[in-house]
């Protein structure tokens, strides 16, 4: 009986120490290596299965495969303790992470090597401290063209945490192929516009006379030929009347 009681006892007081290690060890230095399998902080709890508080916030909704895009984690009013983030491929079935992360998260966490292919491929927090908003960058891969959801793991303590909570989805350009498939970033062909001719035309004689302009030619003036006394009324009377008067003398003589 009394070997039965002991026996119970050493039963018990191992399980308390270890549910005591557990609670102590909450992964303060970030999650585990084991949790890049199925993003489970590791635990041996059930996570939550309500709507999770916290939000996984895409700076932008679409980008080239060159550039960089900011996923920030946060909640407006409640702080979280722990996480971890990856990228995935929303149209594959094959669940590795893609891409990398920056290393530089402000002092609230640090990116990690996930799988025995990643190379950062995952940002996990670096200590246990209470966390309201972490930013993180992320940088697709080159030849990636194609959706990426970001799933994120949030701990708020040790039996209270929510799994694998996806963002809203990431539309990737790939750099090297333009909107219409054409070789380069966001190469699109244009109409190169008509070359106005700077040669005016000249303007015919017939245009000239039908609006009366006359801008690019000089008007020449002809000169009218002047009366002279003879041909005036007077000088007619005068060469008239000098006849008369010889014909009347004549007559007379």
């Known amino acids: 009986m009394y070997s039965v009681q002991c026996a119970g006892r050493f039963v018990v007081l191992c399980f308390s120490a270890l549910m005591v290690s557990q609670i102590a060890y909450c992964k303060?230095?970030?999650?585990?290596?084991?949790?890049?399998?199925?993003?489970?902080?590791?635990h041996f709890l059930k996570p939550q299965s309500g709507v999770c508080p916290f939000t996984s916030r895409l700076a932008k909704d679409e980008m080239w495969s060159n550039g960089t895009i900011e996923v920030t984690l946060e909640h407006d009013s409640e702080d979280f303790k722990g996480f971890l983030m990856m990228a995935f491929d929303?149209?594959?079935?094959?669940?590795?992470?893609?891409?990398?992360?920056?290393?530089?998260?402000?002092?609230?966490?640090?990116?990690?090597?996930?799988?025995t292919d990643g190379t950062k491929n995952a940002v996990t927090h670096k200590d246990k401290s209470p966390k309201r908003s972490v930013v993180a960058t992320w940088t697709p891969p080159e030849d990636f063209d194609g959706s990426v959801v970001f799933m994120a793991t949030f701990v708020k303590s040790f039996?209270?945490?929510?799994v694998k909570q996806s963002s809203s989805t990431?539309?990737?350009?790939?750099?090297?192929?333009?909107?219409?498939?054409?070789?380069?970033?966001?190469?699109?062909?244009?109409?190169?516009?008509?070359?106005?001719?700077?040669?005016?035309?000249?303007?015919?004689?017939?245009s000239?006379?039908?609006?009366?302009?006359?801008?690019?030619?000089?008007?020449?003036?002809?000169?009218?030929?002047?009366?002279?006394?003879?041909?005036?009324p007077i000088g007619i009377l005068a060469f008239y009347s000098v006849i008369i008067i010889g014909v009347t003398i004549a007559f007379i003589a």
């Open 159 to 162: 039996d209270m945490f929510w």
């Open 28 to 42: 303060p230095n970030g999650a585990p290596i084991e949790a890049c399998e199925d993003m489970s902080p590791q």
């Open 170 to 206: 990431l539309r990737v350009k790939r750099a090297d192929l333009g909107s219409d498939g054409s070789s380069g970033k966001g190469e699109s062909s244009t109409t190169e516009p008509p070359v106005e001719s700077t040669t005016a035309k000249k303007p015919s004689a017939k």
């Open 90 to 115: 929303s149209t594959s079935s094959d669940m590795n992470p893609i891409g990398t992360f920056s290393s530089d998260l402000k002092g609230m966490g640090k990116a990690i090597d996930c799988r």
């Open 208 to 232: 000239d006379k039908e609006d009366g302009s006359d801008t690019t030619t000089t008007r020449t003036t002809t000169a009218q030929p002047e009366i002279t006394d003879a041909a005036s």
